[in-house]
């Protein structure tokens, strides 16, 4: 769960690497404790400890112009702390982390605000040493204090990290520059990578008081100025519209080797829009730089103006992203409603959406059907198990469903009215099964008479006409489906709190699944609200399977218990599968670029790119 800079259209860009003794040695305290440089799983970090920048940045990009982009919706908070309100974008440019991923590396993270990281052989804590340089914007150092600060205010106000991070039994200063995180058990792998991956606040500009001269409360939404250690600072503010971020020219870590050739334009701005097609038109008339767009039937027929046939505004579909990431697109049904607790009622509402119409009519077939949890990469679960995933699963036989064995996972296959009428019949027969009958027109609960009946709640009216053919669909059984579109921040209160019948939803899931498993399916999570174990899991089976996942003693079994677990993820029938194409969709006008040689796993946005020079 990484908090990354780099927004590329995610859900939330999650990175999980797990800790492994193969970092370069930095220095030996004397105790036996090593200090690394950085962290890997599955051999050796790509890059020594001395290496001079990473290898797909351009060391010649200017520092200069301006990025204006696009956002959906509005905004009314800028305390990334707590799990109220609707955050503004951008907050990640103006915070460092401890340690910085490389998009070259799918495991590989490095040192930020710390120069170095070390732990035992058991994993049961992490030391991190703090770089003497590192500083506040306004000067002042960074400290353990602020770390153990921060940490401390995340598990007690945001619900998402407190159980992220539920393992970290404590943190404390362990010397001038060095603060050491203690977890509540041993071996387990991922804990010292991902305590390098949050946030660090300043202590004293929280515990300060404001340009008002009032007391800053960390506990409360806020639409001041927030400060960060990180390479941008909050320049301007226009509540709910707008928000400016100015590089500052004072970072501390701008000649740092992970920094070099990063963070390139002067100002980057952010403009919020109602209505996406608005959005689409301000890019369209230059007034927005950058666009990554989401609507296949939008990148098919609404990008043939001018400026993209003479060539000034650029299209690109890149595949780097999905590389080492795997999505499960999906609407979310909400077990912990009555309506949706009998999986064949799950199992039949799948039955009743024609992918294969809609993809055709709106996408202009330019989607895939989602068929794993961990789809598009070699984590995802197909056919029948074998070997060491069956019989991690034979172990569970009295708790999955028996077709984990035997029926491999499939969608059901629409397009035609054929295949339409026989998946309706068969949706109509599950729903008797679980005591459901068509009556009239009609679906009824075969005791009590009620009428099946729910909303799908969205958050953006571009996702109706997606939705729409499905709710078309069910009519024609007699389930009565209707769409809600609120604005973002009832949407957030609403899903933080669990309340709605179904959702849209994306877990973006990368190759190293390890604690936030737990977050997403895990009972522990099943009913703290602000979780995203949106369902409602509650499965003994699933909890067994990712304590395999955390705790695997190698690659091989990690990969079987991840399988197995997606087989009973998708078994179950807990969402019902959407679709994704599987490449990043962006369009930008020709004054801003990037480096020829885009990272092998992103594309490094906004990062490594910046105002193209004119010769």
Do not use: C
């Amino acid at each position: 769960m990484a908090w990354s800079r780099q927004k590329t259209g995610l859900a939330i860009a999650i990175m999980a690497a797990v800790v492994a003794v193969s970092g370069v040695q930095a220095q030996d305290s004397g105790q036996g404790a090593k200090w690394r440089h950085g962290m890997a799983v599955i051999g050796d970090l790509e890059l020594p400890a001395d290496f001079k920048q990473l290898p797909y940045v351009d060391l010649d990009a200017p520092k200069a112009g301006q990025l204006r982009l696009a956002a959906e919706g509005t905004f009314d908070n800028l305390n990334l702390v707590i799990d109220r309100g609707s955050p503004v974008l951008g907050l990640g440019m103006i915070y460092d982390t401890l340690m910085k991923r490389s998009e070259n590396e799918v495991f590989g993270t490095y040192g930020l605000l710390a120069e170095a990281v070390s732990y035992p052989d058991d994993m049961s804590s992490a030391t991190f040493r703090l770089r003497t340089e590192a500083k506040w914007a306004d000067g002042k150092p960074v400290t353990p204090d602020d770390v153990i600060f921060s940490m401390e205010k995340l598990k007690e106000l945001s619900a998402m990290y407190s159980g992220y991070y539920r393992h970290v039994a404590s943190v404390e200063k362990t010397g001038d520059r060095d603060v050491t995180f203690r977890f509540d058990e041993k071996d387990n792998k991922e804990l010292p990578s991902i305590v390098g991956d949050f946030p660090i606040l300043p202590k004293h500009f929280w515990e300060g008081q404001d340009t008002q001269g009032k007391q800053r409360d960390i506990s409360k939404t806020t639409l001041d100025a927030v400060m960060g250690s990180g390479p941008y600072k909050v320049a301007a503010i226009q509540p709910g519209a707008s928000i400016r971020y100015e590089l500052r020219d004072d970072y501390w870590g701008k000649d740092l080797p992970i920094n070099l050739g990063q963070n390139n334009f002067r100002t980057i701005s952010y403009t919020y829009f109602a209505d996406a097609d608005v959005e689409f038109e301000a890019f369209r008339a230059g007034t927005i730089d950058y666009r990554q767009e989401n609507s296949s039937s939008r990148w098919a027929t609404r990008y043939d103006f001018d400026a993209v046939k003479d060539g000034r505004v650029k299209r690109e579909a890149l595949t780097n992203p999905f590389k080492a990431t795997g999505v499960m697109q999906a609407m979310a049904l909400n077990t912990r409603r009555e309506i949706f607790k009998d999986a064949r009622v799950r199992e039949a509402l799948n039955y009743a959406f024609d992918f294969e119409d809609m993809n055709r009519s709106l996408a202009y077939g330019g989607l895939k059907r989602v068929d794993s949890f961990f789809w598009g990469t070699e984590l995802a679960s197909s056919g029948l198990p074998q070997g060491r995933e069956l019989e991690l699963l034979l172990e569970l036989k009295d708790k999955v469903p028996p077709r984990v064995f035997d029926t491999p996972y499939t969608n059901p296959v629409g397009g035609d009215p054929a295949k339409v009428r026989d998946n309706l019949r068969k949706a109509v027969g599950l729903f008797k099964e679980a005591g459901w009958e068509l009556k009239g027109n009609r679906m009824v609960n075969s005791k009590t008479g009620q009428p099946m009946s729910f909303e799908i709640l969205l958050n953006s009216a571009s996702m109706e006409r997606s939705v729409n053919p499905f709710v078309a669909s069910l009519k024609k059984i007699g389930i009565d489906a209707r769409i809600r579109t609120v604005d973002g921040s009832q949407y957030i209160n609403r899903t933080r709190s669990f309340d709605y019948d179904v959702i849209w939803s994306v877990w973006a899931q990368t190759m190293n699944p390890g604690n936030e498993q737990v977050e997403y399916w895990g009972s522990q999570s099943a009913e703290r609200q602000g979780s995203r174990n949106y369902v409602g899991i509650a499965d003994p089976a699933v909890d067994a399977l990712i304590r395999k996942i955390i705790f695997a003693p190698n690659r091989d079994e990690q990969v079987a218990a991840i399988k197995a677990m997606d087989r009973v993820l998708l078994a179950n029938h807990y969402v019902m599968p959407l679709f994704y194409a599987g490449e990043a969709k962006v369009a930008y006008w020709n004054r801003i670029t990037h480096p020829a040689t885009l990272p092998e796993y992103g594309i490094g946005f906004p990062d490594i790119w910046s105002e193209k020079q004119t010769k």
